[in-house]
């Protein structure tokens, strides 16, 4: 994978939550399956953490896969892709992505349109401690007679400790009227295990039969399901499937993941942040899932004492949750880390501080994304050395970071750098014209105590390496750019050049002499500036209202159309399909896409640019961990379009256009009627 889409792929946080819904979305909308408007009765099936066990390491549920997948139809991805003029693109999306799904269907015997089907409730996987079985021989072996080998010994040993720390994995389907359709993928299955040896036992509960796959010799996990009120539960292990029909029929007394307090002080700062119930949540124990991976891999678990001792068993719990938007918003997603006090050790690092969320100056009005936190670096930047001094010896970032910088450029990081940063942190990215790979362009800005005093350290730093920078003023800002540049750089791709300036209070830095350059306009005001542009102060109102008076130390503002805007850029470049085409004589999926973008003319960008609103990122802190979330708007069609089909909404609004870029961005402002 080229650089380019590495990036587009791995960074910007939430906002590609929109885009990664991109193919799924087109999924949903292809199956055209109407929802009946019927009153339901509430399911009887328990919800997946009344089935799991408390120690449950990893677990990710939709609530219900029918209102889930309605959701996806009705969010602003879903309409784009059921727009009539956009629809064949979308069809020929989901049409390649079920090509590619046959050559596993008759595997499983459903055709994708089946599959995703099938999901009628919830929908939930887990992974969970592995149980030990009762006796160390299973049905193929246990007559056999016991290897005394120095080897066979080594190798029991071995896979002792493995099983001690073994893990499993349960699933729990509620498929409804798709019951026979799920079963008999779970019977295919069955088949393929039992022509590879596996033995079939069977036993009644209730009336409800619960079917035991028993593995053919020791290292394979026993599989185990049983289908109960048109809901598949399928377990990878001992005692998964079978403790989970205890857990339903009231015949086991053991603790549940219900009962855990740490997934239910996580579940309450996501589930209980909103009015509705979440769409989907899920939930990690990274603490004991390292445990576990770490202690059955041999060696590794010599490392282990020395990262306990660092703190690693203060992280809780990860858990997130993802709701749709209603009216105002097309999804609204939480993220809690659940951190054990006091903060020392590997948390030492994390010194986050109340930020101000206003944009300085130089920030251009068209800017893709902009980020702001308070953070205390030199604190950070303390127990980060305590932290490597367990693994690298005393003082080890001033004997192998300091000192070498110090004789290479002049420079003492700490005096120098450090006691100087106010704390306050803005990353901006802009998308440069013309669009290539590598477009995106982040430029970093951190507020200076003493921007005289670093004046003179650039000056100092060019006393010692003279050649290292030029020098240019551009409306009375002075920018230094490296000598440096890289040869030979492809056609696909921006030339970097890094470059930093000083504004005001604030040591900007970024690969992009043009880019430096519009914030130094923008500084000066002969640019427009974001602060001045309607929609940051929309999507900063949202915010206040998400925060609910908490204090945050990171806040961002995305526009997720200008992301979209590269890769649909992208896909109309020649340069990137000659590429895709070069791949693809290895790839069959990325052929398959080359040949959909040959076969398709893609509509012109706005027909896709109007289905995009600004979205919010935001960070704060309290005493028991750290917490995020994020939000998209709806687009002003889509809102308007609720309000032809279900009438006037109980607000006032405001519509607005306003003009960033060259771009025309409508947005409605919804507020509650006085």
């Known amino acids: 994978m080229p650089f380019g889409f590495r990036r ?16 799924l979305a087109a999924a949903v909308s292809a199956i055209a399956m109407p929802l009946t408007a019927i009153a339901k009765e509430e399911s009887e099936v328990p919800g997946a ?12 549920r939709v609530d219900n896969a029918d209102e889930f997948r309605q959701s996806l139809r009705d969010s602003s991805i879903g309409r784009m892709l059921a727009d009539p003029k956009l629809k064949p693109f979308a069809g020929d999306m989901y049409s390649t992505a079920a090509e590619l799904f046959d050559r596993i269907s008759s595997e499983v015997g459903v055709s994708l349109d089946e599959l995703l089907a099938i999901p009628s409730g919830q929908v939930s996987a887990a992974m969970i401690p592995g149980n030990l079985p009762e006796t160390d021989a299973d049905a193929a072996d246990q007559d056999q007679k016991q290897d005394e080998s120095p080897e066979a010994i080594r190798r029991r040993i071995e896979r002792k400790r493995r099983s001690q720390n073994a893990l499993a994995g349960l699933f729990i389907v509620e498929s409804g009227k798709q019951t026979d359709d799920m079963m008999a993928i779970v019977g295919r299955i069955e088949q393929r295990l ?47 499937a079978e403790a989970a029909l205890e857990q339903w029929l009231g015949k086991s007394d053991a603790p549940t993941m219900a009962d855990n307090a740490r997934f239910a002080n996580v579940m309450s700062r996501c589930v209980g942040a909103e009015d509705s119930r979440p769409q989907l949540t899920f939930f990690a124990d990274p603490y004991h899932v390292a445990e576990r991976l770490v202690k059955r891999g041999g060696a590794a678990a010599l490392v282990w004492p020395l990262l306990e001792e660092l703190g690693i068993s203060k992280i809780q719990g990860i858990g997130g949750s993802t709701f749709s938007g209603g009216e105002t918003f097309d999804d609204i997603n939480h993220l809690h880390v659940l951190i054990d006090a006091p903060r020392d050790g590997f948390f030492g690092v994390l010194r986050p501080q109340t930020v101000d969320i206003v944009p ?32 690298q010896g005393d003082d080890p970032l001033p004997r192998l970071v300091e000192q070498p910088f110090l004789e290479a450029t002049g420079i003492d990081i700490q005096q120098d750098v450090l006691s100087n940063l106010s704390g306050r942190y803005v990353s901006v990215t ?8 590598n477009s995106q362009i982040t430029a970093r800005g951190f507020e200076l105590k003493d921007p005289e005093a670093a004046k003179a350290v650039i000056a100092k730093f060019r006393e010692k390496r003279p050649q290292a920078l030029s020098v240019e003023t551009v409306a009375g800002s002075v920018i230094y750019t490296s000598t440096r540049s890289r040869r030979n750089v492809p056609a696909a791709l921006r030339q970097p050049e890094p470059s930093m300036a000083i504004l005001g209070d604030w040591l900007i830095v970024g690969d992009s002499r043009n880019f430096l350059t519009r914030m130094i306009q923008a500084n000066s005001g002969s640019r427009g500036r974001l602060i001045e542009v309607s929609e940051f102060d929309l999507v900063a109102s949202e915010l206040g209202g998400k925060l609910d008076g ?8 995305v526009r997720g159309a200008d992301y979209f805007r590269q890769l649909y850029e992208l896909a109309k470049s020649n340069d990137s399909r000659q590429f895709l085409r070069s791949v693809g004589e290895r790839n069959v999926v990325v052929k398959n896409f080359s040949d959909m973008l040959s076969r ?11 289905y995009f609103a600004p979205g919010g990122v935001f960070g704060y802190d309290e005493p028991t961990g750290i917490h995020f979330g994020s939000f998209n708007l709806k687009p002003a069609e889509l809102v308007g379009r609720h309000r032809r089909v279900h009438g006037a909404l109980p607000y006032g609004d ?19 009627v006085v």
């Open 360 to 391: 300085p100056n130089w920030v251009p009005s068209d800017v893709t994304a902009y980020t702001t936190l308070q953070w205390d670096f030199a604190k950070t930047y303390e127990n980060l050395n305590k932290i490597l001094a367990v693994f």
């Open 194 to 240: 039992l022509d590879a040896g596996y033995i079939r036992r069977n036993r009644t509960m209730d009336d409800v039969e619960l079917v035991l796959l028993m593995p053919p010799r020791p290292g394979r996990p026993q599989i185990e399901y049983f289908q109960h009120q048109q809901t598949v539960v399928f377990g990878i292990g001992y005692r998964t």
């Open 49 to 60: 953490p009344h089935l799991l066990p408390d120690d449950t390491l990893l677990y990710v």
């Open 600 to 610: 398709n003319e893609l509509p012109p960008y706005e027909e896709f640019e109007k």
């Open 8 to 23: 587009l792929a791995t960074s910007r946080g939430f906002v590609h939550i929109r885009l990664l819904a991109l193919f």
């Open 550 to 557: 908490e204090k945050p130390f990171m806040v961002s503002f």
């Open 654 to 672: 405001i519509q607005a256009d306003v003009t960033v870029g060259g771009r025309s961005c409508g947005f409605l402002l919804i507020a509650p």
């Open 430 to 437: 802009w998308l440069e014209q013309p669009v290539k790979l």
